[in-house]
């Protein structure tokens, strides 16, 4: 019932060094809608994947994880090498290099999407590198508003990355025109802080719901909670602490995801219904989102709860 399109790649993360000096990379399977995919499974959602994947060692790492998570993929795997996202760390300063040149997950077709995607969809999700520049970019802002026209639910989340971004201003652009056919629309403070900059973050956001015409709008501000926002009224949702917090790798992801199968295990398909959400409905989505994502930041990267561990957590808190 839900698809989701985006990148998929490896972060190779240097985490030692060997005698002779030189860095030991783990290799981490990730890409922000690959997450959102994994942790939507694994709240119970009938997932399908839909971005190609390399047939190379790092791709059936990729397909091999998504696989062990339930969720289905749909494209084939073809022979172009797997993107990746180097990260390396001197003196505990990370530095980011991202490797995508005619990597696989870039090679959508938009024929194919629109073959693949299952009828029974209820939600199209997307966001993040696919959405940056080239073809690949044009193609899911395309499939996108075709979704749209089926009657899907369009879910979004920028993830923006700045250091992937040259041509800000045709980035901004597609982003704004997107803002138009999406349905449910999630950005951290800091997406929208560089999306609109030079403006407080109030101001920020009354910008962006005058460029969307989102049903539900939602703000996170990592461990100072988030913003729910639909037509009729807004809710702030605090964080939910926790003592043992490993890394914060995954958890916007992790919190994506819970909304979406929100959606669906409430039986929420029209998006009329999204526009009539009553406060107590708009509290419990986010607060169950709340707990995933807390949850994922219990574990080293992106390693989402499960449904049961999520109610576990519920029950033991009361």
Known sequence: MIAIGGENLIDLVSSSFNPEGLPIYLANPGGSPYNVAIAASKQGGNVSYLTPLSKDTLGVLLSSRLKENGVKILSKSISNPTSLAVVSISEGIPSYSFHRNETAERKVNLENLLDIIPMTTKIFHVGSLGLVEGKDAEIWEIFFKKCKQKGFITSL??????????????????????????????LSDEDLNWIYPNNSIDHSFE?????????????????????????????????VKISDLKDT????????????????????????LIENLKKTDLSLMMNKASIAAALNCKKIGCNPPSKVDIETFKKNKN
Do not use: C
């Not at 989340?157 to 999406?182: G, H, W």
């Not at 916007?252 to 929420?268: C, E, H, Q, R, V």
């Open 157 to 186: 989340d920028p993830n923006v990355r700045p250091i992937l971004i040259n041509d800000r201003e045709s980035y901004i652009k597609r982003l704004e025109r997107m803002f138009l056919d999406v349905d449910i629309l999630k």
């Open 207 to 239: 910008i962006l719901q005058s460029k969307t015409n989102a049903k539900l709008l939602i703000l996170t501000f990592g461990e100072k909670g988030s913003i729910g926002k639909t037509s009729h009224f807004k809710i702030n949702m605090p964080s």
């Open 249 to 272: 790798v995954g958890a916007g992801d992790t919190y994506m995801a819970s909304i979406l199968t929100w959606f669906i295990d409430n039986k929420i398909f029209d998006i009329n």
